[in-house]
């Protein structure tokens, strides 16, 4: 399979949150999840997530966008557009584009029967089952079983530890307790979830050793 250039929706978020009430865990009343993300206490980037309806499927969009800056001068830009396409409560397509510095990256997703085939930037043509989400974070599904990396569709597995109730402020300096979960394998990192299922914090080691922190938007 080549890689095929995508179009549309992708690029900007929809504004629409008028949909259908889809029966999944992890989808808020709003239907978007957005985070300010912070590298060592410094103000990086944004990550949302936007779910709406179209002709009957969950439409997931995701846009991830960070810049490291000293002064005027910008070191580092990293911008992610992916949707994935969900159809009865199971995962039918996804894809993302990742422009990382200069270096741009894919991953490709289509179900068959009972398998995903994936295709990426580091990835050719790979048949996995279908328990294999794509690792958006948004679905607490996603820890039951192996992940594709959005960036470049290699598969990433990990060991998945329950550490309790944790305390997470938000950006308006709101506590709310939710659920911490240590993800550990070549790239670890920790997640949190609330009892809803919704994906509310991220905490992570970049590749220089610094670390990367979401903290939840209050929409």
Known sequence: MAAREESGGAEALPKMVCVPAFPMAGIPASRRLEFAVFRNGAPLGRHAVAFSERDGALVVDIAVDYTVKFGPITFFRYKLRGRETWINGALASAYARTDSNGTREFMRVERDGEALIVEGSKTRCARLPQNCLVATHWNIAQLDGPMINPQDGSLLRFSVEALGLSKLVDAAGAARVA?????????????????????????????????????????
């Open 179 to 219: 659920r911490r979960y240590a993800l550990k394998g070549v790239n670890p990192l920790e997640l949190w979830y609330e009892d809803s299922g919704a994906w509310v914090g991220l905490r992570a080691k970049a590749f220089d050793g610094s670390v990367i922190s979401y903290t939840p938007t209050p929409l």
